[in-house]
């Protein structure tokens, strides 16, 4: 039997939905020969304590103790600011690091830290979990059999049921870089092409406090392709049906919709129509449940040698970049030309 052991720093809402992830992987990996163990750290000590007790799992004191007890692989789930040191702590380490998107909190702030990796031979997946959503591995894998043809028409859709709070929307970067960034990777992954510039509006009829933080509760992004194919992205806080996350594929030869199941937050306004049946999701934890624990089974299967790294630093940064050109061009109102990939002078 292989031992594995990860470190997980976080245990905010989604570092605990990490670490119950990881705890269930030995049901996954026992038949491969595989032990998961799991070591966790946060600065909310008795809260970290009473996860690891819940879990089995063992809790360390700080960052340092963390890696400095062996394991094999670190998982960082903190907020965005902390990335880019954490990261820089696994790489140092010498051990592959999972780190939650974004890399940084602006593409500004994430060369400097792709450099590093880059330079000391760094290992660094990014938590873009839709890649492995059985839905969208079966739209990728028709786009690339030819089945849809050429590609005419994207339309990603992103809907909350509820707004997070707003003292998390004031450090999130903004609509499009902490929640429209997941369907901007998933479109340039899908397609093999890249954004090339973004239209992008938005509007805030909600909380109005989200508003004073300086962000939006609905947008649109109009975006370009380097073919001249284009799409469309929407994303919104409240989506009171539930939480909607789509994709519609149209093609020259067929169409697909990624997201169109018996839990799919809508109805039909035409006569005799009972679909969908099923209650819908709440939440991208529910929607997205089996997807992040495919992910951090990738993680483990990446630390052992055994696949590629499913989402590079490089494939996060690209995202991030269209993200970033959405926000500037919701500020200003004109369409933004996505920059292009350059290396970093830090």
């Known amino acids: 039997m292989k031992d594995v052991i990860l470190g997980l720093v976080g245990v905010g809402r989604i570092g605990v939905m990490h670490a119950t992830n990881i705890a269930a992987l030995n049901e996954v990996l026992k038949q491969q020969g595989i032990k998961v163990g799991l070591r966790l750290t946060d600065v909310a000590e008795d809260h970290a304590r009473g996860v690891a007790a819940g879990l089995g799992a063992e809790f360390l004191p700080s960052v340092e103790a963390l890696i400095a007890s062996g394991v094999d692989g670190l998982v960082i789930a903190t907020g965005t600011g902390t990335h880019p040191e954490l990261i820089r702590?696994?790489?140092?380490?010498?051990?592959?690091?999972?780190?939650?998107?974004?890399?940084?909190?602006?593409?500004?702030?994430?060369?400097?830290?792709?450099?590093?990796?880059?330079?000391?031979?760094?290992?660094?997946?990014?938590?873009?979990?839709?890649?492995?959503?059985?839905?969208?591995?079966?739209?990728?894998?028709?786009?690339?059999?030819g089945e849809l043809g050429w590609i005419h028409s994207l339309r990603a859709v992103t809907c909350d049921m509820t707004p997070p709070p707003v003292e998390f929307l004031a450090t999130s970067g903004g609509l499009f870089r902490d929640c429209s960034v997941h369907d901007f990777d998933i479109l340039r992954w899908l397609t093999g092409r890249e954004i090339v510039e973004v239209y992008a509006k938005g509007s805030n009829n909600g909380d109005p406090a989200i508003g004073e933080v300086g962000d939006v509760d609905t947008a649109l992004a109009l975006v370009t392709f380097d073919d001249g194919t284009v799409g469309t992205v929407s994303a919104t806080r409240y989506n009171g049906a539930g939480h909607d996350v789509r994709l519609e594929i149209q093609g020259s030869r067929g169409s697909l919709m990624v997201g169109l199941d018996d839990k799919t937050a809508m109805g039909s306004a035409e006569a005799g129509i009972a679909f969908p049946a099923g209650d819908p999701h709440t939440s991208f934890a529910e929607r997205f449940h089996q997807a992040y624990r495919s992910e951090m089974e990738a993680f483990v299967e990446l630390i052992l040698g055994r696949r590629e790294n499913p989402c590079t630093p490089e494939d996060a940064v690209a995202a991030s970049r269209v993200a970033d050109a959405a926000q500037e061009s919701l500020a200003k109102g004109v369409p933004v030309k996505v920059a292009l990939a350059t290396a970093s002078a830090g």
């Open 89 to 145: 702590a696994g790489v140092d380490a010498g051990i592959p690091v999972f780190c939650e998107k974004p890399v940084a909190m602006n593409v500004a702030d994430a060369l400097p830290v792709l450099d590093y990796i880059r330079s000391n031979n760094g290992v660094v997946q990014i938590g873009h979990q839709r890649r492995f959503d059985a839905g969208y591995l079966e739209a990728r894998r028709a786009y690339q059999a």
